[in-house]
């Protein structure tokens, strides 16, 4: 009876154990999978997690089968679809689930077990940051300690010894990763992916702007690209990242007008002073194909496996949509003339405004330019109207009507960049001056650890060009105009000074700031540490492999020419190896293999076996090593059971079933 409740607290803890493992793999899963689906897999695993603790019986398959229907019917629901990513990981999701009540046997443990492995990989599909492998090793650790508990038979060694054999095991595995790593042949585009979502990004700036399209982005707190400047740093008023030139209005829209050029091209008239700055633009996966890059960069940019086209506006675009994450290097000047000498028939589409629309904002421009004899001197009477007009920068502006530049203007006098962006465009326009909108990002966060700067969807921007006879097209932000404090970085709250607070006030500032400076440098040193992760594992792309190859053969070159023999000797020299060893098994008995093991494995604990000493009297001895009693049970069993085998005479399937046992058993001896 006692060997009974014993043996069913073993199969309890090991369930739960394979539990816990299951719910380390399900966790990541919880922050994209609808609530409901969530709800499900925590109700089952506590559901399971009951049945293990009290001892009941499994649900019956009567009341699975209806809930199980449901569920998928559920997914079907909520994606509309049968195949996807999101539909397939959340259908993988809820067999685990539902497989836990119904796991009976050994067979279904093992179903539980690699049906584990496929949902821990499908983590990947939606992070491949470094906590995310880190998380994966982990949880991979806690899932083999669950599948090896299940393998052992009567005696079994404790969670702590259980759970070193397997990082012992992952450590073995760590040495083959890194040279398949390093050596095996990449592939193109992202490896954790599926067809329809596998380049899942975020979507970046588009070629319109509509009232509220980039504010709606701003919100987004996601990575867009990071830099590394070679040298000194530009001040923030200076970061604007050149996207997409905008040109053609409609009433409510700003569009990109139509390419004019080719793939060939004369060269853009470009005026530059100064030297150029050197940077390195890494941009995350983005559904356009429009290549952020900082004013005044190029004119001619070249990314790896993409071909480039720059247009007359000095955007750069793709032929193909990028499907990974790409690396550039550039060079940019911030003191330049761009087409200071243009013709008039190109000036004049920049002109262009739409019939019957916004007849506030006409009669405002009329009054404007009274007296105005240059476009700087119209480009400051506007400006100026901004400043003192009582307008509000906002993340959340009303929503406009048919004449939306006169509502922004005169009624609500709210809204973000692509308002003041948009409104001052079409103002300049009806005062004669050539204009048009550019969309891109602005400013960036940077680190002090790494010197990295972090771009990301919040810093979209908005901001105006004009032309100007001998000067070309000049930048102007509105919005810098209303809101100035969009240009300037962060204001370090350790700078403020409070002498009217009290003195425990004034402490808990302090403990405030510091505690606020400490997440601040963890912050940017987890920063530093992910950079590098993507440099150096996610973008280990096929031209970097090559690069990092054709480096190793420069350095030794005498060894270059070897490297096939080399490697055809070593493939040789393994095969001998195996062999040997293989036919060295064949000729060693077994079982006196295992013994042999076993006292060698006294031995080190300072008992050694005598050359007269025979089993039994070796287990007497050993009765005095000091050890746990499944130490000594072990032990003993061993002993026995090779007696047995050694000088009785079993049928060949009883003596592999005890060689079996014997090998279970050695483990326990440690």
């Known amino acids: 009876m006692k060997s009974?409740?014993?043996?069913?607290?073993?199969?309890?803890?090991?369930?739960?154990?394979?539990?816990?493992?299951?719910?380390?793999?399900?966790?990541?899963?919880?922050?994209?999978?609808?609530?409901?689906?969530?709800?499900?897999?925590?109700?089952?695993?506590g559901w399971r997690a009951l049945l293990t603790v009290r001892n009941w019986r499994m649900p019956p398959i009567w009341l699975l089968l209806p809930v199980a229907v449901g569920a998928m019917a559920g997914v079907r629901a909520e994606f509309h679809t049968w195949v996807g990513?999101?539909?397939?990981?959340?259908?993988?999701?809820?067999?685990?689930?539902?497989?836990?009540?119904?796991?009976?046997?050994?067979?279904?443990?093992?179903?539980?077990?690699?049906?584990?492995?496929?949902?821990?990989?499908?983590?990947?599909?939606?992070?491949?940051?470094m906590l995310m492998a880190l998380h994966t090793v982990l949880a991979l650790a806690l899932l083999l300690t669950a599948q090896l508990s299940f393998q052992y038979g009567a005696y079994q060694p404790p969670l702590r010894q259980r759970m070193q054999q397997i990082v012992r095991l992952l450590a073995a595995g760590v040495p083959m990763a890194l040279l398949l790593f390093v050596a095996f042949p990449r592939i193109h585009g992202p490896l954790w992916g599926l067809p329809g979502d596998a380049f899942a990004g975020s979507s970046g700036l588009s070629d319109s702007m509509s009232p509220g399209s980039i504010s709606q982005l701003a919100r987004s707190d996601a990575l867009a690209f990071r830099v590394r400047f070679q040298?000194?740093?530009?001040?923030p008023a200076q970061l604007y990242w050149r996207s997409i030139v905008l040109g053609d209005y409609d009433g409510q829209s700003w569009t990109r007008v139509v390419p004019r050029r080719g793939l060939q091209h004369p060269d853009i008239d470009i005026a530059t002073r100064g030297e150029a700055l050197a940077y390195q633009l890494t941009m995350e996966v983005q559904h356009n194909r429009f290549l952020p890059a900082l004013e005044l960069s190029g004119p001619q940019l070249r990314v790896d496996g993409y071909l480039v086209r720059d247009t007359d506006e000095m955007e750069f675009v793709t032929t193909v949509t990028p499907d990974q994450r790409l690396r550039y290097n550039a060079r940019a000047w911030l003191d330049y003339r761009l087409q200071s000498e243009a013709s008039r028939s190109t000036l004049q589409g920049w002109l262009a405004l739409p019939v019957g629309y916004n007849p506030r904002t006409l009669a405002l421009a009329a009054r404007l330019d009274a007296g105005a004899d240059s476009p700087p001197q119209r480009v400051e009477r506007l400006l100026q109207f901004l400043r003192t007009g009582g307008y509000v920068y906002t993340l959340e502006p009303p929503?406009?009507?048919?004449?939306?530049?006169?509502?922004?203007?005169?009624?609500?006098?709210?809204?973000?960049?692509e308002h003041f962006a948009g409104a001052f465009v079409f103002t300049l326009r009806a005062m004669g001056v050539p204009a048009r909108v550019v969309t891109g990002y602005q400013g960036g966060e940077l680190n002090p650890v790494d010197g990295v700067l972090s771009v990301r969807q919040s810093d979209a921007h908005a901001w105006a060009e004009y032309w100007q006879a001998g000067l070309g097209w000049r930048r102007v932000d509105p919005t810098a105009a209303v809101a100035p404090q969009r240009l300037q970085p962060a204001t370090d709250s350790r700078t403020s000074n409070n002498t009217s607070l009290s003195s425990s006030a004034q402490l808990l500032q302090t403990l405030r700031r510091e505690a606020a400076s400490l997440f601040g440098a963890l912050h940017f040193r987890l920063a530093a540490i992910n950079h590098q992760w993507q440099q150096w594992v996610l973008d280990y792309s096929p031209e970097r492999q090559q690069a990092l190859l054709d480096s190793a053969r420069q350095r030794a070159p005498a060894l270059a020419s070897l490297w096939p023999i080399a490697a055809g000797a070593l493939g040789v020299a393994v095969l001998l190896c195996g062999?040997?060893?293989?036919?060295?098994?064949?000729?060693?008995?077994?079982?006196?293999?295992?013994?042999?093991?076993?006292?060698r494995l006294q031995a080190r604990h300072g008992f050694v076996r005598a050359p007269h000493e025979g089993p039994q009297a070796y287990a007497q001895r050993l009765r005095a090593r000091p050890a746990s009693a499944a130490q000594q049970a072990a032990m003993q069993e061993f002993l026995m059971l090779y007696s047995r085998l050694r000088y009785a005479a079993d049928s060949p399937e009883s003596r592999t079933a005890s060689l079996a046992m014997l090998r279970k058993l050695l483990v326990l001896c440690r």
Not at 8 to 36: G, N, T
Not at 584 to 598: I, M, N, S, T
Request: charged fraction near 15%; charge should be positive; glycine fraction near 4%.
């Open 4 to 45: 009974t409740l014993q043996r069913l607290a073993r199969e309890q803890s090991d369930l739960l154990l394979l539990l816990l493992a299951a719910l380390a793999v399900l966790a990541p899963h919880v922050a994209h999978l609808p609530w409901w689906i969530s709800l499900t897999i925590a109700v089952t695993l």
């Open 85 to 129: 990513r999101d539909t397939g990981v959340a259908m993988l999701t809820l067999l685990l689930g539902f497989k836990m009540l119904e796991m009976r046997a050994r067979r279904d443990v093992m179903v539980v077990v690699f049906l584990s492995y496929f949902v821990l990989l499908s983590n990947f599909f939606y992070s491949q940051s």
């Open 231 to 235: 040298g000194v740093h530009p001040s």
């Open 399 to 417: 929503l406009l009507g048919r004449h939306a530049v006169d509502e922004f203007l005169f009624d609500s006098k709210a809204g973000f960049c």
């Open 579 to 599: 062999l040997a060893w293989r036919q060295r098994q064949r000729q060693r008995d077994p079982l006196q293999h295992l013994y042999a093991r076993f006292c």
